[in-house]
């Protein structure tokens, strides 16, 4: 009987060790710098590649990266009913054009789905809704702002009875967007939709990844998770 065949490395055609493309993605996904920080960083450490080369495997590897950290935390955390999201829009400039982030967030803060559009009507919010229900399953309470595609997109849900909007209710995914809008600007903006959708799913993912709320726990507690959620990136797709 032949055995199953293993599954070829995604490293097999590149130079560089599995653990430098890990470290450049994670250095230029969860950190403010931009791709000549990342190359003057790595210099000193003595790896020496271009800035396109962080482009090029950030590019290549981030969505891989993102995916198997997606995956890990969904089967970890299937047994656990998400009873609150959070539902908000941001702008996004890209070549002076205004286009829209969607994002939800569950009640501790895990950033669930993000999704752009051009525009924030009733279609762009049904669109959002549906793949965050699709991936995620339905919630007991969404939290929206009084943007009245919401309601309209619930509405044809048939989830209208499950919004609740408040003045003060929706703190949790406006403090979300923080980390994000520092990151956008350490990249100066982005210019295509298409790199705005990757990068916002590969950073949310990589954010929650090495989120410990490091102000809610002592400083034993948050090392052990620090060093866990390290260890578990460095096994990524070995």
């Known amino acids: 009987m032949p055995r199953p065949r293993r599954p070829a490395s995604p490293?097999?055609?590149?130079?560089?060790?599995p653990e430098v493309i890990r470290l450049v993605v994670l250095m230029y996904v969860r950190f403010p710098l931009s791709l000549r920080n990342v190359e003057d960083l790595l210099f000193e450490r003595g790896v020496d590649i271009c800035h396109e080369t962080v482009r090029l495997w950030w590019n290549r590897f981030g969505p891989l990266f993102a995916g198997e950290v997606r995956r890990q935390r969904v089967s970890r955390m299937?047994?656990?009913?998400?009873?609150?999201?959070?539902?908000?829009?941001i702008y996004v400039k890209l070549n002076g054009e205004m286009v829209y982030l969607?994002?939800?967030?569950?009640?501790e803060g895990e950033i669930l789905e993000s999704y752009v559009t051009k525009t924030r009507d009733k279609k762009a919010?049904?669109?959002f809704m549906k793949r965050a229900l699709k991936r995620h399953g339905s919630p007991e309470a969404i939290t929206t702002d009084g943007?009245?595609?919401?309601?309209?997109?619930?509405?044809?849900l048939g989830a209208r009875e499950k919004q609740q909007v408040g003045r003060w209710?929706?703190?949790r995914v406006e403090n979300s967007h923080l980390p994000f809008r520092r990151r956008e600007r350490a990249m100066l903006r982005f210019r295509q939709m298409r790199t705005l959708q990757k990068f916002a799913s590969v950073h949310a993912n990589v954010?929650?990844?090495?989120?410990?709320?490091?102000?809610?726990?002592?400083?034993?507690?948050?090392?052990?998770?620090?060093?866990?959620?390290?260890a578990e990136w460095q096994a990524l797709v070995s």
């Not at 299937?78 to 829009?89: A, I, K, P, T």
């Open 11 to 17: 490293f097999r055609y590149f130079n560089s060790s």
């Open 78 to 89: 299937r047994g656990f009913r998400h009873w609150r999201w959070h539902l908000d829009e």
């Open 102 to 107: 969607w994002r939800a967030v569950d009640h």
């Open 125 to 127: 919010a049904l669109a």
């Open 147 to 156: 943007l009245r595609s919401y309601g309209a997109a619930l509405t044809d």
């Open 169 to 171: 209710a929706n703190n």
């Open 207 to 230: 954010h929650n990844h090495f989120n410990h709320e490091r102000h809610r726990v002592d400083r034993q507690t948050y090392k052990q998770r620090r060093s866990a959620a390290l």
